[in-house]
């Protein structure tokens, strides 16, 4: 998967479908280049006025699309059913 500028500010959804957040930053492999995770920052007035650090690192893994927004996997969906 190509990663440009377009993913940062993405709303990421839970697999209920309530938005959780929005893409911030990635955090990668620098031997293999493969993305290990994504930052999520929380939503909420406490950000816009950047007074809290509400964040959450969400393993690569746990992405289950990426398209106008960023769908993550239920936790206890298993891979083999997708």
């Known amino acids: 998967m190509k990663i440009n500028q377009d993913v940062f500010g993405k709303e990421?959804?839970?697999?209920?479908g309530t938005?959780?957040?929005k893409a911030h930053?990635?955090?990668?492999?620098e031997?293999?280049?493969?993305?290990?995770?994504?930052?999520?920052?929380?939503?909420g007035i406490s950000?816009?006025?950047?007074?809290?650090?509400?964040e959450d690192i969400?393993?690569?893994?746990m992405i289950k699309a990426?398209?106008?927004?960023?769908?993550l996997k239920d936790a206890f969906e298993d891979d083999f059913l997708v």
């Open 31 to 43: 031997e293999t280049r493969e993305i290990k995770s994504v930052i999520v920052k929380k939503g």
């Open 12 to 16: 990421v959804l839970n697999a209920d």
């Open 66 to 71: 990426i398209g106008d927004k960023i769908l």
């Open 47 to 54: 950000n816009t006025l950047n007074i809290s650090k509400g």
């Open 19 to 21: 938005v959780v957040g």
């Open 25 to 29: 930053d990635m955090e990668f492999d």
């Open 58 to 61: 969400v393993p690569f893994d």
